[in-house]
């Protein structure tokens, strides 16, 4: 007898599309539940005992409770992007896959910012409300065209490019800014790319955000920026709420600084009624509806579904946030390879050259031996999630993801051991600068052995501080004086240099974060040529 396995489909008011629900119920296989009303933990947990599959949007959560409840569990399906809602780093460990549908929303949400862009620009809304109040008043809401207007597009994922099709189409001059798009994937859209944030965003009379929220990109608008644009500039947010500092922002439409917002998402959501933002002129507000079209909502809950039935009958993983597409025994002799490969790629991604348009990847020793095609997903997965939100990138699409932003991966491989047994080497390059960081395991246990062609050795572990110098007496002293003073211990280090009066590289191990004074302090110091912090 086939094994039965139960789904949940647990949310807050908020399910699937019937189609979704329906191609699940049709297998013979599944017990399907639908169940609405779990907005608390516990009655989550309740529902999830017994569950093998679970399915959400945003309104559930599957918490480390839920998940530590649910033994029976194999997977959980997020019928959308964002997973801030699954406890991910959990689900790994107790070896739940989580997927989601990353692809599933992304013309409704372009549509949903090029609608909120004209009804910014026409006064939509405002002139709706008349009508309905039993006014006539046309002199009060004359709008602008967007016809020959300059947009800024921060952030040329899907998204943004979607929106940037249209706005080409509507005779708008595109100018886009994203530290991790190529001028050649630039040139193929049509946009004009830009590789200065401030100087980007002045020239604007429309900006529309497309970015992930990292602590890079938190508050990105902020009061100074939004000081330095033009009185008549209007921005538009469908991306994330926190892109933009909300309070500055309600400061600056108040005071006429900029001439209008559209916003879909906010920095607190629902905003409470004293949101000093709602009371700002010149604004369209919608409930976060980016992805709430019939369209949209009906292919992610079909997506979703057909990826769990495949995972739960056949074993397929796809789209998952937190695994690659690989039987188990494979898994088994990979796992310790994936994990570190995507380590390399996410540290080698804080120091890489700006608009690398190239990742190398060089294996020797016997993990080149056999197929590496899963490891070097890995690593461009790692190396990809500042640039488009770890959410939105996984094992399976990152070659895709990779591609859209023009970057180029290239693979080589050694069988041969080199000096070391294993070593996997990762390099970013914009063609004028390159960075490049190689690893490998000593005991089991995995270390840095080379950071751009130096040989040094470190546990990849905490806060990395790399520091490039004159090497001369003295420069040791030097640096260990700024951040003793600042109270950040050293917690180990390990040096290298090309020769003697050359230039050396320091590579320190930190227990605490050195904050942007703290290193800019460091470049200060004579002798020192680059400063950069990595975190693990």
């Known amino acids: ?145 967007v016809y020959g207007k300059t947009l800024v597009v921060l952030g040329m994922g899907r998204i943004g490019a979607e929106f940037a099709k249209r706005a080409k189409a509507f005779g708008m001059r595109v100018v886009a800014y994203d530290p991790y798009l ?47 644009l033009k009185k008549s500039c209007r921005i538009i947010n469908c991306a994330r709420g926190g892109l933009i500092d909300d309070a500055a922002l309600a400061a600056a439409l108040t005071d006429g600084t900029i001439s209008g917002a559209a916003l879909d998402v906010f920095e607190v959501e629902p905003p409470p009624a004293d949101y000093p933002l709602l009371k700002a002129p010149n604004t369209v507000f919608t409930p976060h509806l980016g992805a709430s079209t019939e369209e949209a909502q009906e292919n992610v809950g079909i997506e979703i579904a057909e990826v769990i039935k495949a995972h739960l009958l056949q074993g397929t993983v796809v789209n998952a946030v937190n695994m690659p597409n690989v039987d188990p025994k494979t898994l088994a002799d990979l796992g310790p390879f994936l994990k570190f490969g995507e380590l390399l ?84 390059s914009n063609g004028t600068e390159t960075a490049s960081i190689a690893g490998t395991f000593f005991a089991g246990e995995p270390r840095i052995v080379k950071v751009n062609g130096r040989h040094i050795e470190t546990r990849p572990e905490g806060t990395l501080l790399l520091i490039e110098n004159q090497d001369r007496p003295g420069m040791i002293a030097a640096y ?14 390990s040096l290298s240099r090309n020769k003697e009066g050359g230039t050396a590289l320091t590579l320190l191990t930190l227990d605490s974060t050195p904050s942007q004074t703290v290193i800019s302090e460091l470049e200060s110091i004579e002798g020192i040529s680059r400063v950069h912090c990595v975190v693990v």
Not at 1 to 12: D, E
Not at 198 to 219: G, N, R, S, W
């Open 1 to 145: 007898m086939a094994q039965q396995f139960k789904i949940l489909i647990a949310g807050n008011n908020d399910p699937i599309s019937s189609k979704g629900i329906d191609l699940l119920k049709a297998e013979p296989s599944f017990s399907v539940e639908v169940n609405m009303d779990l907005k608390a933990e516990d009655a989550m947990v309740e529902a999830s005992r017994d569950a093998h599959a679970i399915i959400v949007r945003s309104g559930a959560k599957v918490t480390a409770k839920v998940l530590d409840a649910a033994p029976l569990l194999k997977v959980v399906g997020r019928a959308g992007v964002g997973v801030d809602n699954i406890d991910v780093p959990v689900a790994s460990k107790r070896g739940v896959v989580v997927m989601n549908t990353p692809g599933g929303n992304t013309i409704s949400t372009a549509e949903q910012a090029f609608t909120l862009m004209m009804a910014l620009s026409r006064k939509t809304p405002q002139a709706h409300a008349t009508i309905v109040s039993g006014k006539w008043d046309r002199k009060s809401f004359q709008g602008t065209e």
């Open 480 to 493: 260990s004086t700024i951040l003793g003073k600042h109270k950040i211990n050293i917690a180990d280090m």
């Open 345 to 428: 790629g996410r540290l080698l991604s804080q120091f890489a050259p700006a608009r690398s348009n190239v990742v190398s990847i060089s294996y020797s020793g016997k993990v080149g031996t056999g197929d590496t095609t899963l490891i070097s997903r890995s690593v461009l997965k790692g190396f990809l999630e500042r640039a488009v939100g770890a959410e939105q990138v996984n094992y399976i699409n990152a070659n895709g993801v990779a591609e859209g932003l023009g970057l180029r991966t290239t693979e080589s491989r050694v069988p041969d051991a080199s000096e070391f047994t294993d070593l996997i080497e990762v390099q970013a």
């Open 182 to 228: 190529s001028k050649n994937r630039a040139e193929s859209l049509g946009v004009e790319l830009c590789e200065d944030l401030d100087a980007a965003i002045v020239q604007a009379d429309y900006i529309t955000m497309h970015m992930p929220l990292t602590p890079e990109t938190k508050h990105m608008i902020n009061a100074k920026r939004l000081a330095s």
